[in-house]
């Protein structure tokens, strides 16, 4: 089991920038690797995956809309998972999600197949 919680959101204007955190803890001892992702969801419409850090090297994957902009990244020991966002723009007002899928091949880019979301945090990108 693993418990996440997302903090940080805020509102700000377009070109500014934030930092979300998730905190990342573990309720049972396991030995599952882990995939790491920042979901967000606008109001009104879907869960749109933002960013990946891999489950085995640890490597970073954005998606197109924010690719450049934004930042994932983790705590050496794994217990928080950070979004650095850049640039902001008016569209990435949204509801933030962080979320862990259990390694077993893959790391999925897909709302439903993710096993751990936080409750989210609230982005809103004014102009």
């Known amino acids: 089991q693993v418990r996440l919680m997302e903090s940080g959101g805020a509102s700000v204007q377009a070109g500014g920038s934030l930092r979300l955190s998730c905190s990342v803890s573990r309720l049972d001892p396991t030995t599952n690797l882990y995939c790491m992702n920042w979901f967000r969801q606008p109001p009104g419409k879907g869960r749109e995956w933002v960013a990946q850090i891999r489950a085995l090297d640890r490597g970073e994957l954005y998606g197109r809309s924010v690719k450049g902009r934004f930042v994932i990244s983790e705590d050496n020991d794994k217990t928080a998972l950070y979004l650095e966002m850049n640039a902001l723009k008016p569209e990435d007002t949204a509801k933030y999600f962080c979320?862990?899928?259990?390694?077993?091949?893959?790391?999925?880019?897909?709302?439903?197949?993710?096993?751990?979301w936080g409750q989210g945090t609230q982005v809103a990108v004014s102009s």
């Open positions: 979320s862990a899928s259990i390694f077993t091949g893959d790391c999925p880019v897909t709302p439903g197949r993710q096993n751990y």
